[in-house]
């Protein structure tokens, strides 16, 4: 009943920038963290960046300075703006959110897009 749809992956050039939306959508009533997590092939998944409701935000150190996480709430929408991009930032990007649904009480439960692909390459 609930569902993250995430657009804005492709292919760039070392340098490059691109920006990742993910919508969240359903029978929601609120969201307290949304973020974005990658998986490398060979690898596993690691933590990107998170918002937290309130506006804390948390990074990870390889991308501390280039990638800007940022939320509308209104829309349940998060975003990921990556400058600067790396070929090591090659990876499956995915979207996360911890929401609570009107049938899940006070409980909130942790979802997940289907990712998308950034590939940087020359």
């Known amino acids: 009943q609930v569902q993250l749809a995430e657009s804005g992956g492709g292919l760039v050039q070392p340098g490059g920038s691109l920006r990742l939306s993910c919508e969240a959508s359903?029978?929601?009533?609120?969201?307290?963290?949304m973020g974005w997590y990658r998986q490398a092939p060979g690898k596993q998944r690691e933590l990107v960046a998170i918002s937290i409701s309130g506006g804390n935000t948390n990074y990870a150190g390889s991308v501390k300075g280039r990638f800007t996480i940022s939320r509308d709430s209104a829309k349940n929408t998060v975003y990921l703006q990556m400058n600067s991009l790396k070929p090591e930032d090659t990876a499956v990007y995915y979207c996360?959110?911890?929401?609570?649904?009107?049938?899940?009480?006070?409980?909130?439960?942790?979802?997940w897009g289907q990712g998308t692909q950034v590939t940087v390459s020359s």
């Open positions: 359903g029978t929601i009533f609120s969201i307290n963290v």
């Open positions: 996360t959110a911890d929401i609570r649904t009107r049938s899940s009480g006070s409980h909130y439960f942790r979802y």
